[in-house]
């Protein structure tokens, strides 16, 4: 691979332009490319800089190329919802060139979410790619587990999305999900991956081996007292995010830890939940974030189940070894789950809070992962059932969680991959009332949002209808990859019931 753009490259430049807020989204600098060999540019920006009339703005325009949002809203007047979502698939397809700044290139064109987010992100594809299997778009799903598959030969994982900004970690670990998925109706494809699904579990459990009762966590991994070792989401760097740099660093101010603060913060980024209370000790202070406190429920499943594959293949080319191998870690794993990560007291699966040593108070809807992936007993689904029901289903599709923080995971909005997960896992138990009204409750709420926008969004308010869902540092976005997918997905088993 030849030399890749580093952003530490720009030295005081990067954080110069940061710091100022020269451009109101900190992702757009992160993504510029540059149009000058960087060493000369920041020797132009050393000469210059102290000049009185410098515009540090016009510099980089005349330096960098600035990225472009993808364009998807442009809806032809009159196509129905699926004529638009089947006509973003080629817009959402891009491939990396010669001048590709910060992205890391890729063997195949790849499927991007949308607006500002212009990369192959991790965990979004898997359901990104539901959707290009009810399109018949199989050329699209092999080309990303394909450039994920080299993304785990180049690095050993996969990074958060494609580009050298995010080596610093991972996301939610869905490969094991889209090998299945890619590998349907034929199963035998499945090997293929298998070197790549063994690397990949080999970065989830580094320094296992390292973990005793004195040294109780370790990059990703964590060892309770009685030998259970389960996995919870880290990053590899304590420093501000570059892609919000300005926003951290504000945050950090006032504190004496700024070191954890920023693990803390990119750890939640690893997650997926960015953010969510559900990594706060106190709700609405995002200063006390403490994700590598917390033991995740979706985390482990989705472990569970890289764990349960790699046996699977195995046994499929007949290494009897290795299966029983992973068979023994996945059934470890499946007590660890039972023993640590369902809430006695709540009825419910939840995170478990290492510094309460503890089950986390907090409902999340994460409580669904262990349904979707069949781990739940009967009466733990029916619990589970119960708790959505009640709680977390609304009249635009199912909460994130219960609590309204100006948090984008959080109340009052609903993800397009969480009400897959919560259908199919309570398809799975025999609850198909509340599936379908998940389902049908979310499929409404995409298609008000497109009859009155032209547009299909990153997230939506599923409490009030009628308004934008908000939160976060950015703007809702549209596109968009995750959001097209499930739709296509929920749409199409509802027409199959």
Wanted: negative net charge; proline residues 4%.
């Amino acid at each position: 691979m030849e030399k890749m753009f580093h952003l530490e490259d720009l030295a005081e430049l990067f954080t110069d332009v940061q710091t100022q807020r020269v451009f109101g989204d900190q992702k757009i600098f992160t993504d510029c490319v540059p149009v000058l060999p960087v060493d000369e540019i920041v020797k132009k920006y050393r000469l210059q800089n102290q000049h009185p009339s410098f515009d540090l703005l016009q510099f980089l325009q005349s330096t960098f190329a600035l990225p472009k949002k993808v364009e998807t809203s442009d809806s032809i007047h009159g196509n129905s919802i699926n004529e638009h979502i089947h006509s973003l698939w080629d817009k959402l397809t891009h491939k990396t060139d010669a001048t590709k700044g910060t992205l890391i290139d890729l063997p195949h064109p790849y499927v991007v979410p949308g607006g500002r987010f212009r990369e192959l992100f991790y965990w979004d594809s898997y359901f990104t790619m539901l959707g290009l299997q009810v399109a018949k778009r199989n050329d699209l799903s092999k080309y990303i587990v394909d450039n994920f598959a080299y993304l785990i030969d180049e690095f050993g994982f996969i990074p958060n999305a494609n580009r050298t900004y995010f080596l610093s970690r991972s996301q939610p670990p869905y490969f094991s999900l889209m090998v299945s998925l890619l590998a349907e109706d034929n199963p035998q494809l499945q090997a293929t991956y298998l070197s790549q699904l063994k690397k990949e579990y080999e970065f989830w459990m580094s320094g296992s081996a390292l973990l005793s009762d004195t040294n109780k966590a370790i990059n990703h991994v964590v060892r309770f007292a009685d030998g259970v070792v389960l996995n919870r989401y880290w990053d590899r760097s304590d420093q501000p995010r570059p892609e919000s740099y300005w926003e951290d660093t504000e945050l950090s101010i006032a504190e004496t830890n700024k070191s954890q603060l920023y693990r803390n913060i990119r750890s939640a980024c690893t997650s997926g939940w960015d953010f969510s209370s559900r990594w706060f000790a106190q709700p609405f202070d995002m200063r006390s974030i403490k994700t590598t406190a917390i033991v995740p429920v979706d985390l482990n499943c989705l472990l569970w189940h890289l764990e349960d594959k790699i046996a699977e293949i195995s046994t499929l080319i007949n290494d009897a070894a290795t299966a029983e191998l992973f068979r023994d870690k996945a059934s470890n794993r499946f007590y660890g789950i039972q023993k640590y990560l369902w809430n006695e007291q709540l009825k419910a699966f939840t995170d478990f809070d290492l510094e309460l040593n503890a089950p986390s108070p907090i409902l999340t809807a994460a409580m669904a992962y262990p349904l979707f992936f069949r781990i739940a007993e009967q009466t733990q689904a029916r619990e589970v059932s119960q708790h959505l029901a009640e709680k977390f289903i609304k009249d635009g599709g199912m909460l994130t969680t219960l609590t309204t923080t100006g948090q984008q995971w959080d109340a009052p909005n609903g993800w397009a991959p969480l009400q897959w997960t919560a259908f199919k896992g309570l398809k799975n138990y025999g609850f198909e009332k509340l599936a379908n009204q998940i389902a049908t409750n979310w499929l409404t709420n995409v298609e008000r949002v497109f009859q009155s926008t032209g547009k299909i969004m990153e997230k939506y308010n599923v409490v009030d209808t009628t308004l934008t869902a908000g939160g976060g540092e950015y703007p809702n976005q549209d596109g968009f990859g995750w959001t097209n997918g499930v739709y296509l997905k929920l749409k199409n088993e509802l027409n199959d019931n």
